[in-house]
């Protein structure tokens, strides 16, 4: 994937931006939001600060993955991973293509909680990894639990597969195909 991504969505009327995650800019913000009553049940990452920075930075080390912040015009309030899911230990879970991708994501700033700002989000991330010419399905596997984030991917265009045993939760594969993806969704004024 490319480095950055940037468009702007008319339904939120502002820009939605990805770019990577940097270690010395962004961690104390990570560790932060890792610690929110919202995060914890899902991201179990609420570790004291050093224990967090050396996942932070196996994580970054990892090339199956890339780790980037999201901003609503220019101000930092999402994370996101975006891997490959054929070297990913969801991998196992089904038959991936080698291009396909997948996506983890949370909200982190509380303030943008609630404010119908998750499917717009998604939306522009699946649109970034769409633009590796060979992606043509994105996966995901949010917790089985976790209905709101189900409900969110659906209304993107994911498709629940089935539920997934993985190490750290029970989860529900979905997939979001490329072609119905761009019938739904483009962003003429996205750039990289």
């Not at 991708?101 to 909200?107: E, K």
């Not at 590796?132 to 639990?145: F, G, L, S, W």
Request: net charge negative; with cysteine.
């Amino acid at each position: 994937m490319a480095n950055r991504f940037t468009c702007f969505d008319d339904s939120i009327n502002q820009t939605i931006s990805f770019r990577p995650f940097e270690v010395n800019r962004d961690i104390g913000l990570l560790h932060r939001w890792m610690h929110h009553d919202h995060v914890i049940p899902f991201w179990q990452l609420n570790l004291p600060f050093d224990r967090f920075q050396n996942h932070v930075e196996r994580a970054l080390a990892d090339r199956h993955q890339s780790l980037y912040i999201g901003e609503l015009d220019g101000v930092p309030m999402s994370y996101w991973e975006s891997y490959w899911a054929k070297q990913d230990v969801v991998g196992s879970t089904f038959n991936p293509e080698p291009s396909d991708q997948g996506v983890h994501l949370l909200i982190g700033d509380q303030r943008y909680l609630g404010k119908g700002l998750a499917l717009p989000l998604l939306r522009a991330m699946v649109a970034f990894q769409f633009t590796h010419p060979d992606t043509n399905r994105v996966i995901a596997e949010p917790d089985i639990r976790n209905e709101k984030m189900i409900h969110v991917f659906e209304k993107c265009g994911f498709t629940p597969v089935k539920s997934i045993e993985l190490p750290d939760k029970t989860g529900l594969l979905m997939w979001c195909e490329r072609e119905q993806f761009e019938a739904r969704c483009s962003y003429v004024s996205a750039t990289l």
